[in-house]
């Protein structure tokens, strides 16, 4: 199941690259599950993961929280907290 | 009436204005917001998420709408490099009476800052750091229900 | 920054709005208020009290500045024949942050309909009519002490 | 004590002027007692001024219930509720 990845401002910035298309395994099955997959992959993840308080994310381009299954999801965004208007 | 719009360019105020000025609208309320010049930012840069922006700022646009029985609703968003004196958004509320109007355009602008996703940068002679969101403006979207 | 207007000319919102893009300016509400074109009303006429009225509004606008810190209000109102789709009056308020001019805003609309000596006469196909005080505009007004 | 009258609206209409240089006698010492010394003028006066209900009034270009004191007054205006905005 490929997913493809967004992020967006600093975690953009620190994890190096806007997006990247992924394939996790099939035992990740929450947003939750997958970011904590996805801060194993190099050091840039885990540090633009490292405090998940100051995260927010969308599936499919709607707001989404931590507990939020991602079965069929192709498109995953992870960002701030948005700061528009 | 609704138009939703995501651009580069400088808000055009009196052609989006003129634009919610349709037959049955007596009362037309707006909101700007611009970058102040007397704050040392430079510039500020606006990110955001192409496709769910729009999505986001139409679904305001239409919750307004509804639940105040608009004749027009505008919502513009600038995007990209904005200099102090210039508009960053821009939101404009048409009804029959007043009141409708003036709630509609504060909803529109509170669960915009909540809702649609941007965020701002700022650019000063110190450096360029991200905004953080303020928990104010969650209460305020909240408090509309 | 006070601005007070009555003209017998057209209101150029654009203008207007621009006056109060001051410096410390993050943000900017106003309204419009318009004849309806959907109303069978052929002409708006507008009667006013010279020198009271601009007194009043003034008042208006020096309240809205001292209760909410503008840096600008401007307040322009017509007086004279109106005709559909024109606009009748104009508030613009603008203050360091969103909440502050919004607030504002209303206020002014709300007091002048209460505190400025303006007249609406209608005309229509059946004959001219004079336009009767609604009890809910000077309960609008008195909601803001 | 000569006061300039105005009438505004269909006060104005009514009366059949928007404005008259009045001089009441000394007696009359309320902006309620000077309209019913008004309404004694004319049948048109008396026409415009019937309802009390539907008149509002101002003092040297300030709002004034009926009970107002008029002496010093050099301006006097009645007209209906106000319907701007």
Not at chain 1, 45 to 55: K, S, Y
Not at chain 1, 59 to 77: K, L, N, T, V
Not at chain 2, 47 to 60: D, F, I
Request: hydrophobic share 50%; net charge negative; proline share 5%.
């Amino acid at each position: 199941m490929a997913i493809e990845m967004l992020y967006f401002a600093w975690v953009r910035e620190v994890v190096g690259t806007g997006s990247e298309r992924i394939d996790p395994p099939a035992g990740i099955e929450t947003l939750g599950a997958l970011i904590d997959w996805l801060a194993d992959r190099s050091a840039a993840h885990a540090n633009a993961f490292a405090d998940r308080e100051r995260l927010r994310a969308a599936i499919d381009q709607s707001f989404a929280s931590p507990d939020a299954p991602i079965a069929g999801a192709r498109e995953i965004a992870i960002f701030p907290p948005v700061t528009g208007g | 009436m609704i138009r939703v719009l995501v651009a580069a360019e400088p808000i055009d105020v009196a052609a989006e204005l003129a634009s919610v000025e349709v037959d049955g609208a007596g009362g037309i309320a707006s909101f700007i917001g611009r970058v102040r010049a007397d704050d040392g930012v430079s510039t500020l840069e606006l990110e955001h998420y192409p496709g769910m922006t729009e999505a986001a700022l139409r679904r305001v646009a239409e919750g307004a709408r509804d639940r105040w029985g608009l004749a027009a609703v505008t919502i513009v968003h600038r995007v990209g490099a904005i200099l102090p004196g210039e508009r960053i958004v821009f939101v404009a509320t048409a009804a029959v009476h007043r009141r409708a109007a003036l709630d509609a355009c504060a909803y529109c602008i509170d669960r915009l800052k909540t809702d649609a996703p941007f965020w701002k940068r700022e650019v000063t002679p110190e450096g360029a750091r991200w905004v953080e969101a303020r928990a104010g403006d969650a209460a305020r979207a909240a408090d509309w229900g």
